[in-house]
């Protein structure tokens, strides 16, 4: 959950005041992966020399560090690379100290930035102070840089290359991680790999890159016995372990010029794309176990191990994204903006999928996939946090429509339990990053048993949408806040066209489906309609709920979900205890919290629920209690007598993305008044790329 770039140019001269700038500038753009701490390493004065600068607290912070360091801000490069990071901490509180990058040495012969968790660096610690080397950080990610320093000590008379040494890292370490490698001893020589973490590349040239892809070199052992020795001693404790592996080297045709010779260019490693959109819409996405080495303007992938089925190519794509999709413009915070850009999010994540004359739902992703879904046995959603809101809130018009039972998982749990999974289930697996690591984990215990695997995501390119079988992307646009808003209802979408697709085969609920058709081509006016109410949200946040310290928010049905996430985002945002009840377990332990002290919100929008709801209500005001309602527009009876959020009605399966709305700005205001950090609240950070 931290944030990585890298910037290298060859041939393009630059000053350090500008290198420095690109690597603040870039970090500041993934501020929301994490901001405990940052830091970044550039060149000193010479190429045996590396200046790292950190700083507690957000890139700011850094930034201003940055500008009162004593060094030659004009020094120009013709060729250089650097790399920067902000933490979201893990092992060791915020500190100079504990922030990346990670030296190896006081000497910095070594500098690493990473994102993720290397679950064995007890034994890997353990080892290298036997050997009497010595730590500075309660780290784990300080242990790969000794390690690295090492493994070249013991195989420099080798000529170990700059690869080669970083595959000798890497097949050591446990866990997940995205690395970026920098060193003394390979001056303009940069290394990037992964595991588990995001990383990609972006590509800026004059001319256009001759082919639009990078080719893939594996080792290649040159006999059976030679290979099973590799395999066997492939370890920095053996003698041989790192020795320089035999390569099928080439040159990499994607950078090369019109008169075969090597072309001026810049690159930007990146945890996400959007720290590159400013420079290049050119990327590459790096896969699990990736090394890529960018040296004399050239980038070359190579593979830590070689498996059935691994493509021998890396595709060059075109972001779609533009630069003004990441800028917050007028608003305050990013989450005002995205919550704000809702009704275009919707349009988007429908767009060319929903025909509203012909009533017809269309998700290419899927087109494949159809016949074997609509046999499963079951349908198993598995996701975290606002992720999995969005599945529960959809699960039951997914049993409605296709007659196929639904179960809704917490990833981490599905993983804990080691849920039996058998070839007849499909499995979908939400997440907004498509990132997230229990979920990517509980994808690929799926994969493993056989299941249909079908991903629902945010990002084009990541792991979720590279390995499941099939899925849908939900087109939001890119997400900031760590807080997500935007993303919830377009997965809430995504879900609902995935059950009207799986169901056109079903004349039974032909009219259900056009029912909630309609609906959806309404929705974005219903969204335009409650943005509207922002200034009476905001009123009753500061006149009500701004001094409590706690707060239910209950619900039934399709409601719970939205319970379940207004009160996330309420506590996540604000600090403010709250809790979603499901109203029907009003009477089994949660109504002896109810008092004429404790404030409710009561979600009771009309449905076939509506009486039972009704219910909840009066053992609350039964009880003295104050409830806060949210109701349709058009239900005089509680408006009269109660205070209320009012909301357009729709169909009864959409009604939560409408009723999730004042939830989120409310949420929003709440944290306002407490002055706290909307878009950065303490100790989470966007994209969990760790367990």
């Known amino acids: 959950m931290c944030g990585i770039f890298g910037y290298f140019n060859f041939l393009i001269e630059r000053d350090r005041r500008f290198i420095l700038d690109t690597l603040v500038n870039g970090l500041s753009r993934l501020e929301y992966r994490g901001y405990d701490s940052a830091g970044l390493a550039v060149d000193g004065d010479s190429e045996k020399e590396a200046l790292i600068?950190?700083?507690?607290?957000?890139?700011?912070?850094?930034?201003?560090?940055?500008?009162?360091?004593?060094?030659?801000?004009?020094?120009?490069?013709?060729?250089?690379?650097?790399?920067?990071?902000?933490?979201?901490?893990?092992?060791?509180?915020?500190?100079?100290?504990?922030?990346?990058?990670?030296?190896?040495?006081?000497?910095?012969?070594?500098?690493?930035?990473?994102?993720?968790?290397?679950?064995?660096?007890?034994?890997?610690?353990?080892?290298?102070?036997?050997?009497?080397?010595?730590?500075?950080?309660?780290?784990?990610?300080?242990?790969?840089?000794?390690?690295?320093?090492?493994?070249?000590?013991?195989?420099?008379?080798?000529?170990?290359?700059?690869?080669?040494?970083?595959?000798?890292?890497?097949?050591?370490?446990?866990?997940?991680?995205?690395?970026?490698?920098?060193?003394?001893?390979?001056?303009?020589?940069?290394?990037?790999?992964?595991?588990?973490?995001?990383?990609?590349?972006?590509?800026?040239?004059?001319?256009?890159?001759?082919?639009?892809?990078?080719?893939?070199?594996?080792?290649?052992?040159?006999?059976?016995?030679?290979?099973?020795?590799?395999?066997?001693?492939?370890?920095?404790?053996?003698?041989?372990?790192?020795?320089?592996?035999?390569?099928?080297?080439?040159?990499?045709?994607?950078?090369?010029?019109?008169?075969?010779?090597?072309?001026?260019?810049?690159?930007?490693?990146?945890?996400?794309?959007?720290?590159?959109?400013?420079?290049?819409?050119?990327?590459?996405?790096?896969?699990?176990?990736?090394?890529?080495?960018?040296?004399?303007?050239?980038?070359?992938?190579?593979?830590?191990?070689?498996?059935?089925?691994?493509?021998?190519?890396?595709?060059?794509?075109?972001?779609?994204?533009?630069?003004?999709?990441?800028?917050?413009?007028?608003?305050?915070?990013?989450?005002?903006?995205?919550?704000?850009?809702?009704?275009?999010?919707?349009?988007?994540?429908?767009?060319?999928?929903?025909?509203?004359?012909?009533?017809?739902?269309?998700?290419?992703?899927?087109?494949?996939?159809?016949?074997?879904?609509?046999?499963a046995r079951r349908i198993m959603f598995v996701a975290c946090g606002t992720s999995y809101h969005s599945c529960l809130a959809t699960r039951s018009i997914f049993e409605e429509l296709t007659e196929i039972p639904g179960q809704t998982e917490l990833a981490s749990d599905f993983l804990d339990r080691r849920t039996p999974i058998f070839r007849d289930d499909v499995c979908v697996f939400v997440s907004q990053s498509g990132e997230t690591a229990d979920t990517i984990l509980a994808m690929r215990y799926c994969l493993e048993r056989g299941a249909v695997c079908v991903g629902i995501t945010n990002t084009v390119g990541s792991s979720i949408s590279r390995e499941t079988h099939c899925g849908v992307h939900i087109n939001a646009g890119p997400e900031i806040g760590v807080a997500s808003t935007k993303a919830y209802t377009s997965q809430y979408i995504a879900l609902v066209m995935m059950a009207l697709q799986l169901s056109e085969d079903r004349n039974s609920v032909t009219g259900r489906r056009q029912e909630i058709i309609d609906g959806l081509y309404r929705l974005p006016g219903h969204i335009k309609e409650v943005l509207a109410e922002d200034a009476n949200l905001q009123t009753l946040a500061k006149d009500t709920l701004s001094k409590e310290r706690s707060l239910l928010l209950m619900g039934r049905g399709y409601q719970n979900a939205t319970c379940l996430e207004g009160a996330l985002k309420i506590k996540e945002i604000s600090y403010m205890h709250s809790e979603g009840i499901l109203a029907g377990e009003l009477k089994h332990g949660p109504l002896a919290l109810v008092d004429e002290n404790m404030p409710v919100i009561l979600i009771m929008t009309k449905d076939s629920l509506y009486p039972k709801v009704q219910?909840?209500?009066?053992?609350?005001?039964?009880?003295?209690?104050?409830?806060?309602?949210?109701?349709?527009?058009?239900?005089?009876?509680?408006?009269?007598?109660?205070?209320?959020?009012?909301?357009?009605?729709?169909?009864?399966?959409?009604?939560g993305l409408i009723n999730i709305i004042p939830l989120q700005i409310l949420s929003y205001h709440l944290a306002i008044l407490q002055g706290v950090n909307v878009d950065f609240p303490r100790n989470l950070a966007k994209s969990v790329t760790v367990e």
């Open 615 to 655: 219910s909840a209500l009066q053992q609350v005001t039964a009880r003295k209690g104050q409830p806060i309602i949210i109701c349709n527009s058009s239900d005089d009876s509680l408006i009269k007598d109660y205070k209320t959020i009012r909301v357009p009605q729709t169909v009864d399966c959409l009604q």
């Open 53 to 375: 600068i950190k700083q507690v607290g957000k890139v700011a912070a850094l930034k201003k560090l940055v500008d009162e360091q004593e060094i030659d801000f004009s020094k120009p490069f013709i060729s250089h690379c650097g790399m920067a990071h902000t933490r979201w901490a893990t092992h060791g509180q915020p500190s100079p100290t504990n922030s990346h990058p990670h030296r190896s040495d006081p000497n910095n012969e070594f500098t690493i930035v990473h994102n993720g968790i290397i679950t064995n660096y007890k034994e890997i610690k353990t080892l290298l102070e036997k050997k009497g080397i010595t730590f500075e950080t309660e780290t784990d990610t300080e242990c790969v840089a000794k390690l690295t320093k090492y493994i070249y000590d013991s195989q420099k008379e080798n000529n170990i290359t700059f690869t080669a040494l970083v595959k000798a890292v890497a097949k050591e370490l446990e866990g997940s991680f995205a690395f970026i490698f920098k060193s003394v001893h390979y001056p303009n020589e940069i290394i990037a790999t992964r595991r588990g973490s995001p990383l990609l590349v972006g590509v800026k040239t004059a001319q256009k890159l001759k082919v639009d892809f990078v080719d893939v070199e594996f080792g290649n052992p040159t006999t059976e016995t030679e290979a099973a020795s590799a395999k066997e001693s492939n370890s920095f404790l053996s003698p041989t372990g790192a020795s320089h592996p035999h390569l099928q080297r080439s040159q990499s045709r994607a950078f090369l010029s019109e008169d075969g010779l090597p072309q001026p260019i810049e690159f930007f490693l990146a945890s996400d794309a959007s720290a590159i959109i400013e420079h290049t819409k050119r990327v590459l996405y790096l896969e699990d176990d990736d090394i890529a080495h960018v040296a004399e303007g050239e980038l070359h992938v190579h593979r830590l191990r070689r498996e059935d089925g691994d493509s021998s190519t890396r595709s060059i794509q075109t972001l779609e994204m533009e630069l003004a999709e990441i800028m917050k413009g007028a608003f305050d915070h990013f989450m005002q903006k995205e919550i704000y850009e809702q009704p275009e999010s919707v349009v988007n994540t429908m767009r060319g999928r929903v025909n509203f004359e012909n009533h017809k739902v269309t998700l290419g992703g899927l087109r494949g996939y159809l016949p074997i879904i609509r046999r």
